[in-house]
């Protein structure tokens, strides 16, 4: 029997999953998916030694109040690698409102997994901790587990700080480039990494 590798992957969200004038239109989660996560953390290394004095003492990279050049070098650096990109973007404007808008959150990121495993069948995922809540980290997990469907496929997953898992800087450095697109009208940086996206569907309900 031929044994599948294990994919290692990072996933974090950008936008939120409220309802109000202030609220994003656009929910997404996205994620990088490679043989080792090491690569990903030398890239947030490399990037982070370019950073000026007033940069250098944040603890972490975070793609919305870093400059613009210092982020486009670091999608171009992830570029690089031997990674794929998948992404689930849900419109909330089109989506019918569940009675739990926490809903969005799960049935967003169920998408995006089922994706990846099903091109991946074996894969150790690393999620950014949203949840502070136990109740709510379980039912994300109950909700991503409900969707795989094949008895071949296995995976674990492992809720993480972006503080202390560098490879997690980098996936909210793809979603947000990938959020800022549908967002805001600018695929500026969603450009840089368009050629390792295998995966960017457009939820409407």
């Known amino acids: 029997?031929?044994?599948?590798?294990?994919?290692?992957?990072?996933?974090?969200?950008?936008?939120?999953?409220?309802?109000?004038?202030?609220?994003?239109?656009?929910?997404?989660?996205?994620?990088?998916?490679?043989?080792?996560?090491?690569?990903?953390?030398?890239?947030?290394?490399?990037?982070r030694k370019s950073f000026g004095?007033?940069?250098?003492?944040?603890?972490?990279?975070?793609?919305?109040?870093?400059?613009p050049k210092i982020i486009a070098d670091?999608?171009?650096r992830l570029a690089e690698l031997d990674i794929q990109i998948y992404a689930v973007v849900l419109?909330?404007?089109?989506?019918?409102?569940?009675?739990?808008?926490?809903?969005?959150?799960?049935?967003?990121?169920?998408?995006?997994?089922?994706?990846?495993l099903a091109d991946h069948p074996r894969a150790s995922?690393?999620?950014?901790?949203?949840?502070t809540k136990a109740s709510l980290r379980e039912k994300l997990v109950q909700a991503i587990f409900a969707r795989m469907k094949s008895p071949d496929v296995a995976m674990s997953l492992v809720f993480a700080d972006s503080q202390q898992e560098a490879a997690l800087q980098a996936a909210d450095a793809i979603v947000w480039s990938i959020f800022r697109?549908?967002?805001?009208?600018?695929?500026?940086?969603?450009?840089?990494?368009?050629?390792?996206?295998?995966?960017?569907?457009?939820?409407l309900k």
């Open 74 to 76: 670091f999608l171009t």
């Open 1 to 47: 029997m031929i044994q599948v590798p294990l994919t290692q992957a990072v996933f974090d969200e950008a936008g939120d999953t409220g309802v109000s004038p202030q609220s994003s239109r656009y929910l997404v989660v996205a994620g990088i998916v490679c043989s080792e996560l090491t690569p990903l953390r030398r890239a947030v290394m490399r990037t």
């Open 125 to 131: 995922i690393v999620m950014d901790r949203r949840y």
């Open 181 to 203: 697109k549908h967002e805001r009208g600018d695929a500026t940086f969603h450009d840089l990494i368009a050629a390792k996206i295998v995966e960017e569907v457009l939820l």
């Open 91 to 116: 419109d909330k404007h089109s989506a019918r409102r569940p009675e739990d808008v926490e809903s969005w959150y799960r049935q967003v990121y169920a998408e995006v997994i089922k994706q990846v």
């Open 53 to 67: 004095k007033k940069l250098r003492d944040i603890p972490e990279l975070k793609a919305w109040h870093t400059p």
